[in-house]
């Protein structure tokens, strides 16, 4: 059986979380992890974000999720547990999204809005996924390129 993770990185936008969090549990992703300034689905007293539910309409409820600060200590930790790190992002390096093959355990990275995942972090992927643009835009809004590239490449 597979073992699939997301890991939202740096993403401001709480609507574009809350609507990660419903993709993911849709893909049947087994946990998220947020890093860096990711807003969480409790703020920092501990109550239920209004804001993100109204996006992820109860997905926080069934998907596990985890608020970790640091990025790269929660790649060493998935790295010693085999998982195979693909990053979501347009890059020199990348592959057609519809080229990725799975292996065992995956954990699948978005980064921010505006600039995507850093360089230092696209190293330690294993593999980078770009979604090929037709139009004059050259990229997609997060939340939406992580639903069409999980839906591929867990072939939903």
């Known amino acids: 059986m597979l073992e699939n993770v997301l890991i939202i990185h740096n993403i401001r936008s709480v609507t574009n979380v809350g609507a990660m969090f419903r993709t993911a549990d849709a893909a049947g992703i087994n946990k998220i992890y947020l890093t860096g300034y990711t ?8 109550r239920i974000r209004k804001d993100m539910a109204k996006s992820a309409l109860g997905a926080e ?5 985890e608020y970790k600060k640091s990025l790269p200590v929660i790649l060493r930790s998935l790295r010693w547990e085999n998982f195979y790190i693909i990053g979501l992002e347009q890059d020199k390096k990348s592959v057609d999204y519809k080229k990725i093959k799975l292996k065992n355990k995956n954990a699948f990275i978005v980064g921010t809005e505006v600039s995507g995942i850093t360089k230092s972090i696209l190293n330690r992927c294993d593999i980078i996924a770009e979604i090929p643009m037709k139009g004059k835009k050259e990229s997609l809004n997060v939340s939406v ?10 072939n939903i």
């Open 145 to 154: 390129a992580l639903g069409i590239a999980l839906f591929r490449i867990l």
């Open 61 to 65: 409820d069934y998907v596990k999720w």
């Open 39 to 46: 807003p969480t689905p409790l703020d920092r007293f501990g």
